[in-house]
């Protein structure tokens, strides 16, 4: 019985109750994680390469070691200071002078041969704009030139104000401009550019503005040579520095005037550059050298150049063609013998009735020698003398040498146009197209001399006192 007990206690072995695991705790509805949809199985999208990059070790850079400064002594500071302070002295006694008084004598001047000039134009120009403007108006030319006389005079006594150190800024682009405006009226085909009796010396629009480029570039050269000889001194008697740049400048300048063609406008380019690298110091030797090249261009240009080789032939014998090609200085030479020596009276003129070419511009002396006479054309001139004097005396009384330097160039350029104008006039230098100062008519040569003035005067306000007596 016990192996059967044993046995069925092995086959069938005490049932124990089933443990209770204890029920986990619950999470909060937030923290419960959704049940997991079932996915089909996708192939996972390709991951395209990723290049890898080597660093490369890149050399440190070494600080730049500059060199350390010496330490100012105590002199050297002080030298410095001193004239730190002379400096700023220098600027606040600039500053008061240029508010001084302008040199009355030449600015009485210059309106008096202005107001000389628009009477002169007016008596010469009349016949010829009744017969040759649109609206038969006898005072057209005079009323023009009425105009930029009185806007030259308003830029002159602008200009008088300013203080004429500040034109130290404006030299370089003057000169670059104007430079570029010689360039733009040479273009061929240039709709803006205009010709007018074979010569293309205008830029314009119309009938309503035009200029000389020319009339630009000789105010720029006086500028920018004033500047740049009054900052050299004792480097203009090298041939590097005191020729060499100027000598190009005045070159490529002279000779984009000259393919105009404009031989007068050349020439005084030239001749007012000479004059200021003269005065600025230049070796004389040089100086007889230039004369020597300028005497054979003046050569080629007037004896080989076909545009200027019949006025040479007519020049030396106007009566030979005096109803041709020597036409001109014929009718100048009748002109100012008829005037004799108190003229036929202010208006009385019988040539301006069509008789002489260019008489309210480039011929306008003859003119006046008519009408006032000798005695009258004498006192013209001399007015002209008094006003070159006078400005070349303010020339010397400067208060620097970029003041002197300007001043000269500008009394230089009247003085050589006023001459050319003459001469040319009375036969004794060959036919050219130059005008004379205050009195042809021309409204932008007119504003732009005006202008000119402008600077003596400004220069003429900081002038070192002069001693009474």
């Known amino acids: 019985?016990?192996?059967?007990?044993?046995?069925?206690?092995?086959?069938?072995?005490?049932?124990?109750?089933?443990?209770?695991?204890?029920?986990?705790?619950?999470?909060?509805?937030q923290q419960r994680r959704k049940p997991v949809q079932?996915?089909?199985?996708?192939?996972?999208?390709?991951?395209?390469?990723?290049?890898?990059?080597?660093?490369?070790?890149?050399?440190?850079?070494?600080?730049?070691?500059?060199?350390?400064?010496?330490?100012?002594?105590?002199?050297?500071?002080?030298?410095?200071?001193?004239?730190?302070?002379?400096?700023?002295?220098?600027?606040?006694?600039?500053?008061?002078?240029?508010?001084?008084?302008?040199?009355?004598?030449?600015?009485?001047?210059?309106?008096?041969?202005?107001?000389?000039?628009?009477?002169?134009?007016?008596?010469?120009?009349?016949?010829?704009?009744?017969?040759?403007?649109?609206?038969?108006?006898?005072?057209?030319?005079?009323?023009?030139?009425?105009?930029?006389?009185?806007?030259?005079?308003?830029?002159?006594?602008?200009?008088?104000?300013?203080?004429?150190?500040?034109?130290?800024?404006?030299?370089?682009?003057?000169?670059?401009?104007?430079?570029?405006?010689?360039?733009?009226?040479?273009?061929?085909?240039?709709?803006?550019?205009?010709?007018?009796?074979?010569?293309?010396?205008?830029?314009?629009?119309?009938?309503?503005?035009?200029?000389?480029?020319?009339?630009?570039?000789?105010?720029a050269v006086v500028i920018y040579f004033s500047d740049s000889i009054s900052k050299k001194k004792d480097l203009m008697r090298s041939f590097r520095y005191g020729v060499l740049p100027y000598a190009a400048l005045l070159i490529v300048t002279a000779g984009l005037v000259a393919i105009e063609p404009h031989l007068s406008g050349a020439i005084l380019i030239l001749g007012v550059g000479a004059a200021l690298m003269l005065v600025g110091g230049i070796n004389w030797a040089w100086v007889l050298g230039a004369l020597g090249g300028a005497a054979a261009m003046l050569y080629f240009a007037l004896f080989v150049v076909g545009y200027n080789t019949s006025r040479i032939q007519f020049w030396l014998n106007p009566w030979a063609d005096a109803q041709g090609k020597g036409y001109q200085l014929s009718q100048s030479l009748i002109t100012i013998g008829s005037g004799g020596l108190l003229g036929v009276g202010l208006g009385k003129s019988r040539q301006k009735f069509l008789f002489l070419p260019e008489e309210h511009n480039d011929f306008i002396f003859a003119i006046i020698c008519e009408e006032l006479g000798l005695i009258g054309a004498t006192i013209i001139m001399l007015l002209f003398a008094a006003l070159i004097l006078r400005g070349y005396w303010i020339a010397l009384h400067a208060r620097d040498r970029f003041g002197s330097l300007m001043v000269i160039g500008v009394i230089t350029l009247i003085a050589m146009q006023t001459f050319l104008n003459i001469g040319v006039v009375t036969g004794l230098l060959p036919t050219t197209g130059i005008s004379l100062p205050f009195f042809s008519y021309g409204g932008t040569a007119l504003s732009i001399q005006l202008a000119e003035m402008g600077v003596v005067l400004s220069v003429s306000r900081q002038m070192k006192p002069t001693r009474a007596g």
């Open 38 to 219: 079932a996915q089909s199985r996708r192939p996972a999208p390709a991951r395209p390469r990723q290049s890898v990059v080597i660093p490369f070790p890149m050399p440190e850079r070494q600080p730049v070691k500059r060199p350390r400064r010496r330490p100012l002594s105590r002199e050297e500071a002080q030298r410095r200071q001193e004239a730190r302070l002379r400096q700023q002295a220098l600027e606040e006694e600039g500053r008061e002078l240029a508010k001084g008084p302008i040199d009355l004598p030449f600015c009485l001047l210059v309106l008096l041969l202005m107001a000389i000039g628009l009477v002169m134009l007016l008596s010469a120009s009349f016949p010829s704009a009744y017969y040759n403007t649109k609206n038969n108006d006898p005072t057209y030319w005079f009323v023009r030139q009425g105009i930029f006389a009185v806007m030259g005079i308003a830029g002159m006594l602008f200009i008088g104000k300013i203080n004429y150190r500040r034109f130290r800024g404006v030299a370089k682009t003057l000169l670059y401009v104007s430079i570029f405006l010689l360039i733009f009226v040479a273009i061929p085909g240039n709709p803006f550019a205009v010709t007018v009796k074979g010569a293309t010396r205008w830029i314009g629009v119309g009938e309503l503005f035009s200029f000389q480029p020319s009339e630009i570039a000789k105010m």
């Open 1 to 29: 019985m016990a192996e059967r007990g044993s046995s069925a206690a092995r086959r069938d072995p005490p049932r124990r109750e089933p443990q209770r695991r204890p029920e986990p705790q619950r999470r909060p509805a």
